[in-house]
Each structure stands twice: as structure tokens, then as C-alpha cells.
């Protein structure tokens, strides 16, 4: 702020300093130009003070147009109208200002050329010619007289020469009249004024001339108006002697009038040759006085021109400077109210219409957050929920999928937003199974429905039955479907698990009760009996008896299992060595037969595992039996038994997975080999991997049976890690049943 | 040798800045010199005399005249023929001293209806002499005879060098026509030093 306050302080300095020396160059140039006594002191003085005048007013010019040109170059607002405005103002000065310049040259020339007419020349040179007739009268009459005296003194006698003189002078009105002899020697002169000194001596031309036998006349000028006639005429006798005359020499003085004007006519000429020696002196004079008022004038005016389009376009580019920063999103600038006028009220406008955008922007801006709060709610609402969420227009194309959307659908459908949802690439086909489903309901014209759909394995992986509902979005252009779905296949699953457990329940009681008396009705009849019969009727009974009795011990094994199977002991969890446990069950049945080889894969860091130990052997034994009948005949046959650690979702589990080489799970059968009474092989009641399912259930665990690509099938037990484990994987399978029957 | 003091340093100076100030504006003058006379002067001899404890000098300088400087000075212009004589004092390494300087001027003009070239002298009292023709003028002009140019008193011990150069330039003008020849630098054309040691 102190800078900028300095800074213009100089600027003003500088123009004022600058004001001075223009008013003082052009006051010093008219001074000059008009008063010649003090012309020759002040016109240097003044010529280079304007010079100066001028450098600086096109110093100033030159950094104003560099700051216009680089104002330019970096786009600053208004920079474009104010060089146009210059350029517009500098023409409309310039042009009139040369204009009027070249015509005062062209008139200045003129002017002074007509002050140097031919006329006036013409005039004097005939003036001199006149006089010079005149003057020219004069020497002939003049010459005639002293001609005529020398032929006077040819033939007067040497001793009345003096006399004849005398006569002479006084008949002729010369000044003096002198005779001179053989070598210029003076024989005799007569003058009107007492001498003072001898005659001098007669000019060489003089000399010559009369020597030649010419006659001498000239007309001398002495000074001022002083003029004198000479005359000579030689003196011509037949035999001259020493002493005789040989030429005379007598002086006239002009009349007086003929002198001044002769002198006033050369003076004339005199005065005029040097006027017009002067005249381009006097053209370059103007010239130069006439530039440099052009030129100060012309900058000056140019730079105030630039000075006038900054202060009136500052306001207009404040205006731009605003409308560019509200263009950019700058709501909060204001431009600075610098008058009153038009500008004023233009600026004052463009103020309150920033204030009301700035409302309107914020206001705008709240109600964007509170939408984008209600979305992203929304969002973690989505996100948090167990249910599939999906929204799909008409042709299928993905608007929207939440987590639990791409879980059930077993494919990550974050990043497919956009896509058709039966290309979305999955593990398996599910995605594209839905969309087929989803396709023939909207085939059918439903656009609001509720059902269930079955997405059918592949041979690798289970069924899966949702529990869909569709909902049309109030949207304006192309319909958006929502569809909410749930994974409901572990609600039948244990929906199908307690009526089996319901089911072997009521047989174990239903059947258990009647057949030990059979049995022992049985028994009797074949103790009683048996000894008083012989022949082929005691071979019956005893047969009928051995058959009913074997049939109700059949019976009653095939209810122990029901029984097993319906009845739910209570836990007996405690730390065991899983991998110790896996190792004895192996060598049991590696034991057992011998021909196929029972591998173990151990994980070491399974320490710590607790569970109750008597019904995982239990599970174990039933999935090792499960694989050697399914190997039975198979060969070459291997089994192997894996332990390890996963980690769902944050809870640790210990798995165990049994894996053999035989035919593998029926692929229709796949969905429902955990259900009671589901068997492939011709032997064996169907429970064993029911049973297997009733403990892994029962520990918290979960179990899954799959075809492995490479043939063979293999079943993944989960059991918890611990009993906390188990308490938390048990909560949520009870609030997962929970939803899915809600 | 030339650290003589000439008359009329001011007026030059002046004329320089003016010349520069109208650079500087970027003009370009046209035609605004004078047109040359032509005819440089040429010292032929000079030499100093002691007579009677006065320093006398005579000289002959060649002033060369061409159909051009006679139609001037038939068109009314008057041309000054200056001599200027100083005897210096050498110094070493330093500027020579001036012991003095003196200057003559003569003037030469055209009577156009007498039609004679007149010699105004000084050395001849003022009174003006006219010739015939402008070769008897200028022969006039040139011859500088017995003109005392110093006493012996003024004379230092150390030896002095005489130094004598003569010029040609155009008539000054008077009164108020003058200021305006400040653009038109004067007509000038001057013969080269002629130096010789003064006598004893």
C-alpha cells in the first residue's frame, strides 16, 4: 500500500515535471520565434528544452504502450478496448494535427518564397542599370573634357600650362586636375582645396590605359555617399620631349542627388542579397519551430489520450475483471464504485446481481449438500444393506448396484455402472442368468412384480434362489427398474432342515416304539415255536422269524440315525489339536483300505482351535466314508485331507477340506446333497453328509460341496475358530434367518 | 598551437546545441547552407620584422576567386577576408601560453553601379579602395604590409612561435536579420596555420 502511494506520487511528480517543461518548450519557442533580439540568446536553449519536451512525452508514450501491449499479451481485461480507443483517439488527433501541419509548411513556404518576388529584384538591378547610364553620361562627358584639355595642352606652349589649368579647373568644375609627364612625374596641378599633400599616384589601370593612347574614365566610389569621377586623356604631340605632358588626369565629384541614389540603390541590393542568402535559413526556422510544437502538441495529446481511455475504461475493466471472476465461480468479489454517473449505476447494477447470484449459489450449494447428505445416507443405507439393490433401465443397463447386490451375484458390480448386467464378467454365470430372468419378466410386460428366482449352479457351484421384487422408478424419460433381491437359499435350506429334523424326530418316536415289540413278539414265537415244529415248517419260521428280526434291528439302526440326526446335544467345546485329530481319522482309514492313499496337508498354525472334539471326528469319519464309497471301484484313487485358516470378514475360521478324485456330485444334486435321504450310491441311508451339516451348523460353521474342475469332488468344512467365534458367526446366522423369513 | 582564444566561442557552442536539439528531432535540414564560394586561402609568406621595438608583419596570402564568388559579390553579398595572428609560448606537456592575438579583417564588396570591387582596410584608415577587377582586389586583399602586430616589450625570454591563418567567409549581417543565420551556418573556408618562430 506505502509502495503503491509512493509510486504514484512519482508518477504524478513526473508528469508535472513533465507539464512544466511542455508549457515552458512551447511558451520559450513562441518567445523565441517572436522576439528576434532575444532569438539568437534562447533559441538553442529552447530548441533542445523542447527537444527534451519531446523525448520525454514519447518516453511516456512508449511505456504506456508497452504496458498496453503486455497487458494485451497476458489477456488482462479491457486491454483490447483500450488500444482500440488509443489507436481510435491517437488517429482523430494526429490526422487533424498533420494535416494542418502540412498545410502550414506548404503555406509557410509560400509565404516566404513570395516575399523574395523576382519583381523586386528585377527592379533594383534595372535601378543600378539606370544609374549606370547615368553614370556612364557622366564619364563620357567627363572623358570628352579631358580629352578636349589634353588636346588644349598639346599645342599650348609648356610656360601657359599652369595657366591653362587654372582655366581649366574653373571652366570644367573639377576637383583637381593634375599633368603628369614622362615616368608619372606630376608637371603640373590645380585643385579647388589647399593640398595637403601631392596627388597620389595614378592608378596602374590608369596608367596603361592612357599609355596605350586610350582615355580613362571611371567612377569611384570612396565610401558612403562619397563618390569621385576620374578622368585621363593622353597628352599626344609628334615628338614629346622630357619635359612635356604626357597624359592629364582631372577628378569631377558626381551631383550630389546621383551619389545618394547610386548609394541608396547598392545599399538596397546589398540588403537584399543578404534576405535572400536568409530565406531557407528563415523556411528551416519555422520548420523546426513549427515540428516541435507539432510534436509536443501531438504526444501530448496522444498521451492524454492514452491517460483518458485508462481512467474511462478502469471502471469497464473492472467490470470484466468481475464478470470474468463470477464466470470462474467468484461470487464474493465486488468492483470498487468510483462514480456516480452511468459507469456508477452499471457497476452498482452488476453488484447486486453478484449478491443475488451469491444467494442464489449458496442456497443452491445447501440444498446440493443436503441432497448429497440424503445420497451418500442413502449410499451407507445401500451399502449396510444384506439386501441386493440394483436399478436397470428397460434394456438392462446397469444405473446402480449396492455391495450386497454384487455378493449374492457373486461378480463386483461397483465399476460396471454403465454396462448391460448380463455382460458383467463373474466367476460364474449368475449375472448373466439374472438378466436373463429379469429379461423375460420385462418380456412379459411386468414392470412390477415380487417372486422367486432360481439361479441354477453350474456343476461347480450350488443353486441359489432369490426372492425379487421390482419396482419402477417415477423417472422422466426411459424407465428405471429398482430390484431388491435376497439370497433366500439358506432360509429353505434350514426351512428343509428342521422339517427333516421334525420328520426323523416323529419316526424315531413313531417307529422306535412298535419295534421292540415286534422284535421280542418275534423272539418269542421262535422260542416257543421253533423246537415243537420239524420239517419244512420249522425251516420257515425259523427263516420268517431271522427276517423279522433283522428287519426290525435294521429298523431300529435306521431310527438310531434319525435319532442321531433329529437330536441336538449339547456342545462339549474344548481346545484339541484339529490336525493331530485329522492325522488319526487318515491312518483309520488309510488302515481300512489299504489301496487308496488318505494325503493330509496340514497348516501348522491351526493351534488353539476349540470345538467339541467327539463330533468333528464324527464329521470327519462321515466325509472320509463318503469319499471311499465314492471311490469304491475308482481307481486310481487318492483322498485328500487339508486343514488351514481363512478369514472372513474379519473372524478366523479353521477349514477343513476333503477332497477325492472319484465321479464328483451329481450335477442335479449339487444344491441338495446336505439334504436328508439325498444319495448317489445304491448303498447307505442318504444322512451321512446331512449329519455332517447338522454338526457344522451346530458349531456356528458352514459347509459347501462343489465338483472340482479336474474331476472329484470336494467339500469345504468352516468351523469358527473358538467358541466367541462361534457365538458371533451363530448371531449372525440368526439374524440372517431372521431376515430372510422377514 | 591552437590554444588561441577565439571571438565568438559562445555563439558557436550555442549553434552546436541547436544543431544537436534539431537532431534530435530528426529533421533533416535541406539546402539551408550557404552555397560554397569556393576557393580556399592559401598563406604564401609571412615573416615578421623588429623595427624600432615594434613587430611588423608582412604577408601574402593567395585568395583564389571563381566565377561564382563574382556573381555573389555582383548579387549585393559582401565577403570578410580575416587574418588572424597569434604568437604563442610553448609549454611542455601543458597548452602553449598566448602571448597575443590579434585579428584583421577586411571586407570586400561589389558597387554595382560604379562596378567596382571595393577594399574596406583597416590598416588603410577606413578609406575603402575600389578595383577594376576582382583579381586586383584580391591582391590587395592579400598583401599584408608592415602591420605591427606587437612590441618587444610583451615578448618573453622563452622562444615564441608566430602563427598566422586567413579565412574567407560570408559578410555578417547586422541588426535583427542575424538570428536567423543562426541556421545557416556562415560561408567559411580557412587556410591551414602558418607558423614560424618570432625573431630576436
Not at chain 1, 596641378?189 to 597620389?200: E, F, H, Q
Not at chain 1, 420239517?535 to 423279522?548: K, N
Not at chain 1, 469332488?713 to 462361534?726: K, T
Request: hydrophobic share 45%.
Amino acid at each position: 500500500m506505502v509502495a503503491a502511494t509512493i509510486t504514484t506520487r512519482r508518477t504524478v511528480g513526473l508528469l508535472a515535471l513533465g507539464a512544466l517543461a511542455v508549457i515552458f518548450a512551447l511558451v520559450g519557442l513562441s518567445v523565441s520565434a517572436e522576439n528576434s533580439a532575444q532569438f539568437e540568446r534562447l533559441q538553442p536553449w529552447m530548441l533542445l528544452g523542447s527537444a527534451l519536451a519531446v523525448l520525454f512525452l514519447a518516453l511516456l508514450i512508449l511505456r504506456k504502450v508497452l504496458q498496453l501491449a503486455a497487458a494485451r499479451r497476458r489477456g488482462a481485461p479491457g486491454s483490447r478496448l483500450t488500444i482500440r480507443t488509443v489507436t481510435v483517439f491517437g488517429l482523430l488527433v494526429a490526422l487533424p494535427l498533420v494535416t494542418v501541419y502540412l498545410f502550414s509548411l506548404g503555406f509557410l513556404n509560400r509565404g516566404i518564397d513570395s516575399w523574395f518576388r523576382v519583381e523586386v529584384k528585377q527592379s533594383l538591378n534595372d535601378s543600378a542599370s539606370l544609374s549606370r547610364g547615368m553614370r556612364d553620361l557622366l564619364l563620357r562627358e567627363h572623358g570628352s573634357m579631358a580629352e578636349s584639355f589634353a588636346r588644349r595642352l598639346a599645342v599650348l606652349p609648356s610656360g601657359e600650362m599652369l595657366v591653362a589649368l587654372d582655366d581649366e579647373l574653373e571652366f570644367s568644375g573639377a576637383k583637381e586636375i593634375v599633368v603628369y609627364g614622362q615616368y608619372e612625374r606630376i608637371l603640373g596641378a590645380a585643385s579647388r582645396s589647399v593640398p595637403d599633400s601631392l596627388p597620389s599616384r595614378p592608378p596602374a589601370e590608369l596608367v596603361r590605359r592612357v599609355t596605350d593612347g586610350g582615355t580613362f574614365v571611371s567612377f569611384e566610389p570612396l565610401g558612403g555617399d562619397n563618390f569621385v569621377i576620374r578622368a585621363a586623356a593622353p597628352v599626344s604631340m609628334a615628338a614629346p620631349g622630357p619635359l612635356d605632358a604626357r597624359f592629364v588626369v582631372a577628378t569631377y565629384d558626381p551631383p550630389s542627388r546621383f551619389a545618394e541614389l547610386t548609394e541608396a540603390i547598392d545599399r538596397s541590393r546589398s540588403t537584399y542579397a543578404d534576405v535572400e542568402a536568409l530565406r531557407e535559413p528563415l523556411k528551416y526556422s519555422f520548420r523546426v519551430t513549427l515540428t516541435l510544437v507539432l510534436l509536443i502538441t501531438m504526444l501530448a495529446a496522444i498521451y492524454g489520450a492514452i491517460h483518458a481511455a485508462e481512467v474511462l475504461f478502469r471502471p469497464v475493466q473492472d467490470l470484466m475483471a468481475g464478470t470474468r471472476a463470477v464466470a470462474q465461480g467468484d461470487l464474493v468479489t465486488r468492483v470498487p464504485l468510483t462514480s456516480s454517473d452511468e459507469m456508477g449505476f452499471l457497476v452498482q447494477a452488476f453488484n447486486d446481481m453478484t449478491r443475488k447470484l451469491r444467494l442464489a449459489s449458496e442456497e443452491n450449494a445447501a440444498s446440493r449438500m443436503a441432497a448429497e447428505r440424503e445420497r451418500e445416507r442413502l449410499a451407507v443405507i445401500l451399502a449396510r444393506l444384506s439386501s441386493g439393490v440394483l436399478a436397470v433401465d428397460q434394456s438392462l443397463v446397469l444405473q446402480l448396484a449396492n455391495e450386497a447386490a454384487g455378493l449374492i451375484l457373486g461378480a463386483d458390480l461397483s465399476a460396471q455402472t454403465g454396462r448391460p448386467l448380463g455382460e458383467v464378467v463373474a466367476g460364474d454365470d449368475r449375472p448373466r442368468q439374472f438378466a436373463a430372468l429379469l429379461a423375460e419378466r420385462f418380456a412379459g410386460g411386468a414392470t412390477e412384480w415380487r417372486g422367486q428366482i432360481e439361479l441354477v449352479g453350474d456343476g461347480s457351484t450350488q443353486s441359489r434362489v432369490l426372492a425379487c421384487a421390482c419396482v419402477p422408478l417415477p423417472q422422466d424419460g426411459q424407465p428405471v427398474f429398482v430390484i431388491v433381491f435376497e439370497d433366500i437359499t439358506r432360509l429353505l435350506q434350514a426351512q428343509r432342515d428342521a422339517a427333516w429334523g421334525e420328520v426323523a424326530r416323529r419316526l424315531a418316536h413313531e417307529i422306535r416304539n412298535p419295534l421292540t415289540p415286534i422284535q421280542l413278539s418275534a423272539e418269542r414265537m421262535r422260542r416257543r415255536l421253533l423246537p415243537s415244529l420239524r420239517g419244512p415248517d420249522a425251516e420257515m419260521l425259523d427263516r420268517s422269524t431271522h427276517t423279522i428280526v433283522q428287519q426290525v434291528e435294521s429298523m431300529k439302526q435306521m431310527v438310531n440315525d434319525f435319532s442321531e440326526y433329529a437330536r441336538a446335544p449339547a456342545l462339549r467345546s474344548a481346545p484339541f489339536d484339529l490336525n493331530q485329530l485329522v492325522i488319526e481319522v487318515a491312518d483309520l482309514y488309510h488302515a481300512q483300505e489299504p489301496a487308496i492313499p488318505v494325503e493330509t496337508v496340514l497348516d501348522p498354525r491351526l493351534i488353539g482351535f476349540s470345538a467339541d472334539r467327539g463330533r468333528v471326528r464324527q464329521v470327519l469319519n462321515n466325509l472320509l466314508t463318503n469319499a471311499l464309497e465314492a471311490l469304491d471301484g475308482h481307481r486310481p484313487a487318492a483322498i485328500e485331507v487339508r486343514t488351514s485358516i481363512i478369514d472372513t470378514g474379519g473372524v478366523e475360521r479353521a477349514q477343513i477340506t476333503v477332497s477325492d478324485n472319484g465321479p464328483g456330485f451329481p450335477p442335479e444334486l449339487l444344491g441338495r446333497v446336505f439334504d436328508p435321504y439325498v444319495t448317489s450310491k445304491p448303498k447307505g441311508t442318504g444322512l451321512g453328509l446331512a449329519i455332517v451339516k447338522k454338526i457344522v451348523d451346530d458349531h456356528g460353521g458352514s459347509i459347501e460341496a462343489e465338483n472340482r474342475p479336474e474331476g472329484g469332488a470336494r467339500v469345504r468344512v468352516m468351523l469358527p475358530f473358538n467358541p466367541d467365534g462361534r457365538e458371533q458367526a451363530a448371531g449372525e446366522r440368526r439374524s440372517e434367518v431372521r431376515r430372510e423369513r422377514a | 598551437m591552437s590554444g588561441h582564444v577565439r571571438q565568438g566561442q559562445t555563439v558557436q557552442a550555442g549553434r552546436l546545441i541547436g544543431w544537436l536539439a534539431a537532431l534530435v528531432v530528426l529533421w533533416s535540414p535541406t539546402a539551408a547552407r550557404a552555397e560554397t564560394l569556393a576557393g580556399t586561402p592559401e598563406v604564401r609568406a609571412a615573416f615578421v620584422s623588429l623595427v624600432s621595438g615594434v613587430y611588423q608583419l608582412n604577408a601574402e596570402i593567395d585568395y583564389s576567386a571563381n566565377d561564382e564568388t563574382a556573381a555573389a559579390l555582383r548579387d549585393g553579398v559582401k565577403l570578410s577576408y580575416d587574418i588572424e595572428v597569434s604568437v604563442t609560448r610553448g609549454r611542455r606537456f601543458w597548452l602553449d601560453a598566448q602571448v597575443v592575438a590579434v585579428n584583421l579583417n577586411r571586407e570586400l564588396s561589389y558597387h554595382s553601379v560604379s562596378e567596382r570591387f571595393v577594399v574596406k582596410d583597416p590598416l588603410n584608415e577606413g578609406d575603402p579602395q575600389s578595383f577594376a577587377s576582382l583579381a586586383e582586389a584580391l591582391q590587395e586583399i592579400g598583401r599584408v604590409k608592415d602591420w605591427p602586430i606587437l612590441v618587444a616589450a610583451q615578448v618573453p625570454a622563452e622562444e615564441c612561435s608566430v602563427n598566422l591563418r586567413s579565412s574567407v567567409r560570408r559578410g555578417r549581417l547586422t541588426g535583427s536579420l542575424r538570428v536567423l543565420m543562426f541556421w545557416s551556418d556562415d560561408w567559411l573556408l580557412r587556410s591551414e596555420w602558418y607558423s614560424w618562430s618570432l625573431p630576436r
